[in-house]
């Protein structure tokens, strides 16, 4: 018989606990393992280019944006090159975006499995988080080689990318989760995610520093938590320099990071029975 995880918690009021529902999420691990590999599979088959594909769009963006922004306005990014500062911005923003919308929609365009199959829904929105990350992978990996090659971050410095991506991992999950609750009741709100989404980016240092704005109005900045996951994303591999800047921020933007997720998932648990009825 299977053993069932030890932090699986009984719940006497009748309501499943927190931790049990979690444990049924990861019991469903294979079930995310298949959903990632079919949609990779989907994508890579349906595009001329192949696994280039992955890569090509986040090129072609880096080339205009760098032409615009580091040749025409000429933006001060201190020692670090443009286009490396513009990339290190791009591959957070990037994930950001492409995980949350797909995981808006999750519910929606995978209703004929939650129909015929019973299974923690939280493990589409995962499986959509997991398959971004994959598609991210191609653009990662040149970040840290021009990184290495132009900005030579130290061991204690760069130890702590992994952890900083993780957290933007936390907080996309987080706001895909309600999203994607709030979808099945109001269809229109992916929609206009997609126009909110536009405009963040420019309240959002991904082509320009920070350092662009002025005091009085910097608060407004860091109110979005990913301006300080940005900034330690930067500062780990040597690219900003985050000196300046109060550490209260990215208190801020890591404690918004974890209480999105752990409230999101909660709200998933509530629904999870439910959300069938709806789509």
Known sequence: ?????????????????????????????????????????LKLSRTFFGRLWLLIPTVITIIIYSLFFGQLLNLNTGSSPYPLFLISGLTLWNYFSQSTNLS???????????????????ILNISSCIYTLVEQIPLLVILLIFSFIYQRPSFSQIIIAPFVYLLLIFFSLGIGNLLSNISIHKRDIIHAYSFVVQILLWLTPVFY???????????????????????????????????????????????????????????????????????
């Not at 049990?20 to 079930?31: A, I, Q, S, T």
């Not at 929606?108 to 199959?117: A, G, R």
């Open 104 to 122: 808006a929609n999750t519910l929606i365009s995978n209703q004929d499995l939650i129909k015929k199959t019973p299974f923690p829904k939280l």
């Open 1 to 41: 018989m299977k053993q069932r995880s030890h932090f699986v918690q009984v719940n006497h009021s009748g309501e499943e606990s927190f931790y049990n529902y979690l444990d049924k999420v990861w019991e469903g691990r294979e079930l995310i393992y298949i959903l990632v590999k079919k949609d990779i599979l």
């Open 209 to 279: 520093p920070v350092t662009l704005i002025p005091d009085k109005y910097i608060f407004i900045i860091y109110l979005n938590p990913i301006t300080g996951l940005l900034d330690l994303f930067r500062w780990s591999l040597n690219i900003q320099d985050i000196s300046n800047v109060h550490y209260i921020y990215y208190l801020y933007s890591i404690f918004v990071s974890l209480f999105i997720l752990l409230f999101s998932i909660k709200i998933y648990k509530q629904n999870d029975k439910t959300i069938s009825d709806y789509i």
